[in-house]
């Protein structure tokens, strides 16, 4: 019988909750003070990245900070169009990302990037926003705002099988 390892979704989730533990208990011990703020200063960072949730749960929190609905038309026009650089979101997780993509640059494969598809997308905020950090930069050569990542998962979400 193979022995069976917690999936990376169940330790960031154990992460969370040790780290949001700590902080609960820095602040309520007696010695609060200059403890707990270095405790909440170093951890709370920590627990933002390590958060997990929904796809739902995401595209609520950047339309949130965009202040607008998110436009799934307009996440499809901004993830199959080039921005005056050399690729598009497309160009690695073709123009309908249901299916297995390619990176343009290396050939390596891609899993489907709608949630629908994949159910582990946009499961972690970390990594979403490592990869939307590094995608946005090489399609339109900044970091995207989040009305432009809350339209793209809006579009994403409405793709289904």
């Not at 796809?55 to 900070?65: H, I, M, R």
């Not at 038309?73 to 497309?90: D, L």
């Amino acid at each position: 019988m193979m022995p069976t390892f917690p999936s990376s979704l169940h330790r960031l989730r154990l992460i969370t909750g040790r780290i949001a533990g700590c902080i609960t208990a820095s602040l309520t011990t007696p010695h609060t003070g200059l403890v707990a703020s270095l405790v909440t200063a170093c951890c709370l960072p920590l627990a933002a990245h390590a958060q997990t949730g929904t796809p739902a749960q995401l595209l609520a929190t950047y339309s949130q900070q965009a202040g607008t609905r998110p436009d799934a038309s307009k996440g499809q026009q901004f993830f199959t169009s080039k921005h005056g650089r050399e690729w598009a979101c497309a160009s690695c997780h073709g123009t309908k990302p249901t299916g297995e993509g390619q990176h343009a640059a290396t050939g390596r494969s891609i899993r489907p990037l709608a949630p629908a598809f994949n159910p582990e997308r946009f499961t972690d905020t970390a990594k979403t926003e490592k990869w939307f950090r590094r995608n946005c930069n090489d399609v339109v050569g900044r970091e995207c705002t989040p009305a432009e990542r809350a339209d793209v998962l809006a579009w994403l979400l409405t793709l289904k099988p």
